[in-house]
Structures are given as C-alpha cells and as structure tokens.
C-alpha cells in the first residue's frame, strides 16, 4: 500500500489531538429511516472525508479494500429475495502504528436496476470507511452509536444524541459546556476591551509597534504598568483592571484639554 508505514517521528501532533478530541457538531448529523421504520442518526461518507484530510492531511491516510461480496438473502416480511453487497476494509493514517478494520452493507432497492446495483456496491464501501474512521472518535460518528453521549450544537452549548434536531429543526435547551483548559473572555470584558483598546491606540499612549499585533501588545504593557500586575492577553484582564485604564484615559483627556486653557492664561 502506498501509505507511509508508522514511524515515531509521524505520530500526531497537538492540533491533531485537539482536533480529534472536539465535540462533533449537531449540524454535521443527518437522519435515515433504518430497520422497522427508526429514524437513525448518520454521518455522510464526503462529511468524513473531509474530516480527514483536515486533521490527518492530503496524503497521510487511505484505506484498501480487502474483500467483497454479493449475496442474496430471503425476506419473509417482503416475500422475497433481497439482493445485498458487503465490503471490507483496512484503514491506514499516517501517526498510528497499525490499521483499523471497516465492513460494510449496501442494499439494493426497487426498482432493481443495474444503477442501483451498482449504487449498493459503492455504498457498501462507504459504510465500511466509516466504521473504521470511527476507531478515531466522535469527529468521524463514534457517539452516533450511544444516544446518551453528548454533541456541540451551534451556539457552543450540549445537548445527547438522542436530542439532536435534524433538518433544521430548533435543538433543545442544553448545557453550555465551559473547558478549563481554555480561558473564556467575558462578554462585557470583551466590549469594554474593544472601546478602551482604540481610545488609547488614538491618545497614543503607548507604542503602536509596526503592525496590529506589536500594538496590541504594548496595550497590555501599559495595562500591566498601570495595575502593577502582569497582562499578556485578554483572558487576564478583570473588571477592575479596566477600570483602571478607563480612568487613566479619562485623565488624560482631561489634562489634554485643559493644556492650552493653561497656556493661554500663562
């Protein structure tokens, strides 16, 4: 096979596993009618795809199709012969040290063509790249197979498999999930961020730099200056903290416009 075999220096790297560990998102999930009517919950085989040239790379994954098979089995509930393909698989990614299995069904139905023979072929090779991108979690469907696992609607909050709303339907009330491991910008922090930022940047009260990035970084110098605390990012800075560079801004103003009063009376 023509994928590159394990090697230490190919294992995954932290944007991979972060990757790889985010929730799936409620608005990949599609719905299907399966056995005795039951509307099942599924991924799209270009979905998946997609994924995987996003987190393991254009090249560094495949997979090789190790058997297939045609059969036809009896249907007492439709009195008849059902005509029904499988496939088996090895899936292969570059960072992991052995291949995972996929088999896969696709089922031919009415009206019986060559077309849709041909369509049960392909999709029993679907379905089995799927199961086997599932050994990889829930960015490829692995939560799809408990209802009681939880997935990320839009709005960032969580709610179980067994909840989730497709076609377009509003999602249920759910929890908004808040990871430790990531500090989050208060709304009202982050408003009075962007007003205080520009006000300063225009009094110039600190050094622009040569680009946004250098500028946004000297703010935070003069924030630390002004507090006495160490600010390097936005997910430091308190209410208090602002506080602070507001009323240092708002004295400046204020000694700015009364420099010329001073001035003229001198």
């Known amino acids: 096979m023509a994928i590159e075999m394990y090697h230490p220096a190919n294992r995954f790297d932290n944007e991979q596993l972060e990757k790889l560990n985010q929730p799936l998102q409620a608005t990949r999930i599609k719905e299907r009618k399966g ?62 040290p052995f291949s995972f299995p996929g088999d896969g069904v696709g089922v031919v139905n009415d009206p019986y063509t060559v077309e849709m023979h041909e369509k049960a072929r392909k999709e029993a090779t679907s379905d089995a790249l799927k199961r086997a991108l599932r050994h990889y979690g ?21 709610v179980k498999v067994k909840d989730v709303k497709v076609g377009g339907e509003k999602q249920p009330q759910g929890k908004r999930v808040v990871d430790a491991t990531k500090p989050v910008l208060a709304n009202d922090i982050k408003l009075r961020l962007n007003k205080l930022y520009p006000d300063a940047k225009v009094l110039k009260l600190f050094d622009l730099g040569k680009n946004e990035q250098e500028a946004l970084a000297n703010f935070f110098k003069l924030m630390s200056t002004l507090i006495g605390e160490h600010i390097a990012n936005p997910t430091q800075v308190t209410t208090k903290h602002l506080d602070t560079v507001e009323a240092h801004i708002s004295q400046v103003i204020e000694a700015r416009q009364q420099r010329p009063v001073e001035q003229a009376v001198s």
Request: net charge negative.
């Open 35 to 96: 056995g005795s009517s039951k509307l099942l919950k599924y991924l799209k085989c270009d979905d998946v795809i997609g994924v995987a040239n996003d987190i393991f790379g254009y090249g560094r994954w495949g997979y090789k199709v190790i058997a297939r098979d045609h059969q036809v089995v009896e249907d007492p509930k439709k009195g008849g012969p059902i005509h029904m393909y499988t496939a088996d698989i090895e899936l292969s990614v570059v960072g992991c």
């Open 138 to 158: 829930d960015q490829f469907g692995l939560c799809l197979y408990n209802q009681e696992d939880m997935v990320e609607t839009s709005d960032g909050t969580r």
